[in-house]
């Protein structure tokens, strides 16, 4: 049989030893997991961006890969541990919108809130859910613990502002949610809302203190150098971008901006 496998996810950085202490319980339970480390540098307490790279990640691991994701402004709080069981894959982590993107984007099957304690460790810290409830139930499900058994099944999960798509008149409202190195502007708009507004050759924006409009390209050298552009980028998302140059810098825009397409030509 093949190994299981369990990614990591998480804005704990690297030079602390709180990712080694979860890879430590994992391995405790489970010494068979293969471990993956998606990232660590999500940055501090931004939940959207940890949800963004979750769920561009996600769908091209195998099927049956566990996913613990720890992005926990909340630790501590009464927001819920959960487990959610797609089509493909499972999800481990805090009920605060870190899991709805990609949980969504594969197909939910189940949802669980994770309560019983035979599948944590002894001592539950009230800062350290990672360590403490998410890596033991991580293991406990790769060493075939059954999703029911962790607990009682929900209904729902969180659904954060930046996965909902706003219909108002002729306009699909969204937002930025990330801004990649290359300065790309990442939205959650995607191809079936370009789609939706019968998107051929132009998109017109409406941004924060701008419009725009810009040539939908299929790659990135269909404009000169310099140029801006539209494109539905590798995660089928729609991104403003210029061809060798930084947008998010050009146009003043940055992760959280509300974003809309009003017209196609």
């Known amino acids: 049989m093949p190994r299981p496998i369990i990614t990591l996810t998480t804005d704990f950085g690297l030079r602390d030893p709180y990712v080694a202490e979860m890879k430590a319980v994992i391995l405790n339970i489970s010494p068979e997991a293969v471990i993956v480390d998606v990232s660590h540098q999500i940055e501090k307490f931004n939940v959207k961006m940890g949800a963004y790279i979750l769920a561009s990640s996600a769908p091209y691991f195998p099927k049956g890969t566990i996913h613990v994701a720890v992005v926990d402004p909340g630790v501590g709080s009464k927001r819920h541990p959960i487990l959610i069981q797609s089509k493909r894959e499972f999800f481990i982590g805090p009920d605060n919108g870190l899991l709805a993107l990609a949980s969504t984007k594969l197909g939910i099957e189940h949802i669980y809130q994770i309560s019983n304690k035979r599948f944590m460790l002894p001592e539950i810290s009230s800062t350290f859910h990672g360590r403490d409830m998410f890596a033991p139930a991580a293991a406990y499900l790769a ?19 930046f996965a909902k798509i706003v219909k108002r008149r002729n306009l699909l409202i969204g937002e930025v949610l990330h801004v990649d190195d290359f300065g790309n502007v990442i939205t959650n708009l995607g191809e079936p809302e370009v789609k939706q507004l019968g998107a051929k050759a132009n998109i017109d924006f409406k941004l924060k203190n701008r419009r725009l409009k810009l040539k939908l390209c299929k790659t990135y050298s269909d404009v000169k150098p310099q140029e801006p552009l539209a494109i539905i980028g590798s995660h089928n998302l729609l991104e403003i971008s210029i061809n060798q140059g930084n947008a998010a810098e050009a146009f003043s825009i940055k992760e959280g901006d509300k974003i809309a397409i009003y017209h196609a030509g």
């Open 143 to 161: 060493s075939g613990i059954a999703p029911k058994e962790f607990g009682l099944e929900i209904r729902k999960i969180a659904m954060p502002r």
